[in-house]
C-alpha cells in the first residue's frame, strides 16, 4: 500500500540487493555509497548479480544529498539504511530537503529485537540530538564496540587470536575456500585495519568497513523518533502508512507525505 502512493521521479538510496518493488510508472534513481566492485569485496556473502547498480554514488555521511537540489524529487526512499549513517537525524532532515510538496518520502528501520541487535542499548534522542548540532559526519569507532563484542567474542578472548584465521572459520563456505589470495589482496587493499594484530580492534575495523549497524533501536522507538524529529527539525509532513514490527514481523516502515511550508 505505501509504495502504490508513488508516481513520477524519485530516488532509492541503498538499495542494495533488495530494492523496493515499486509500480510500473515509477521512474527511479539509484544511489548507493559504494561502488559494486568494492561492493562485492566488503559483503562476498550477497548474491552478486542481485546487487543494484547504482546510478550514483552517495555518502550520506559526509555530503548529505547535496547533489540534489530542494523541492526536486516526487519521492524518496531509505529502507534499512539510517540504522548506518553517522548522523541519522541530518539524514532524516536531507530527505524531507529533496522531496517537493506533495511528494512522499518512504523511510524504515530494522526492530533490533528482530535481528542480531536484540542485545545492543538503543540510540537515545538525546545521543541523536548532540550528532546533529555537532554536525557529525562520520560513525565512530565506539558504536560498534558493543556489536564487536557481541559477534565476535573469539576476539575478545585470551589470549589473542589472528583475525582473518577466525573470519575464514567462521564462514568457510563464503571466506575460506571459495575466496582465494586474489580476494584477501583486495579486501587488504579496501580495509586494512582487519589484518592487524590486535584482533579486536581488528573486529571493529571490518565493522566500520562494511558500515554495519551504528545506531539501533525498536520500531516503536523509532516511531517516536520520527515524531520528536519533526518537531524539532521544523519538517511539515503527514505519516500516510506507518507499520510496526508487532505488526509485520521486521522493522519500522513509513510513507511520509510533505506539506506545503
Request: charged letters at 20%; a negative charge; proline letters at 5%.
Amino acid at each position: 500500500m505505501g509504495y502504490a502512493l508513488l508516481a513520477g521521479q524519485g530516488l532509492e538510496i541503498g538499495a542494495f540487493n533488495e530494492p523496493a518493488a515499486l509500480p510500473a510508472h515509477c521512474r527511479t534513481r539509484y544511489a548507493d555509497v559504494l561502488a559494486p566492485e568494492t561492493a562485492r569485496v566488503l559483503f562476498p556473502e550477497i548474491a552478486h548479480l542481485a546487487l543494484v547498480a547504482p546510478d550514483e554514488l552517495i555518502d550520506l555521511d559526509t555530503d548529505g544529498l547535496a547533489q540534489h537540489a530542494g523541492a526536486s524529487l516526487d519521492y524518496v526512499i531509505l529502507n534499512h539504511v539510517i540504522e548506518h549513517v553517522a548522523n541519522p537525524l541530518r539524514v532524516i532532515g536531507e530527505l524531507f530537503r529533496v522531496v517537493r510538496p506533495g511528494g512522499h518520502v518512504v523511510l524504515s528501520a530494522p526492530d533490533k529485537q528482530y535481528t542480531f541487535d536484540a542485545r545492543r542499548a538503543s540510540a537515545p534522542w538525546e545521543h541523536l540530538w548532540l550528532e546533529f548540532n555537532a554536525r557529525v559526519d562520520r560513525v565512530t569507532s565506539e558504536h560498534y564496540d558493543d556489536l564487536a563484542r557481541l559477534d565476535w567474542p573469539e576476539a575478545f578472548a585470551e589470549p589473542q587470536q589472528d583475525f582473518v584465521a577466525l573470519l575464514q572459520h567462521r564462514l568457510p563456505g563464503v571466506f575460506g575456500a571459495a575466496l582465494g589470495d586474489d580476494y584477501w589482496n583486495r579486501l587488504r587493499a579496501l580495509a586494512p585495519g582487519i589484518f592487524q594484530p590486535d584482533a579486536r580492534q581488528a573486529a571493529v575495523a571490518l565493522l566500520m568497513a562494511r558500515r554495519e549497524h551504528a545506531h539501533v533501536w525498536t520500531s516503536v522507538e523509532f516511531q517516536v523518533l520520527m515524531r520528536q524529529a519533526q518537531t524539532a527539525l521544523g519538517l511539515c509532513a503527514d505519516a500516510r502508512i506507518e507499520s510496526l514490527a508487532a505488526d509485520n514481523g521486521l522493522e519500522y516502515f513509513s510513507v511520509w507525505q510533505r506539506r506545503a511550508g
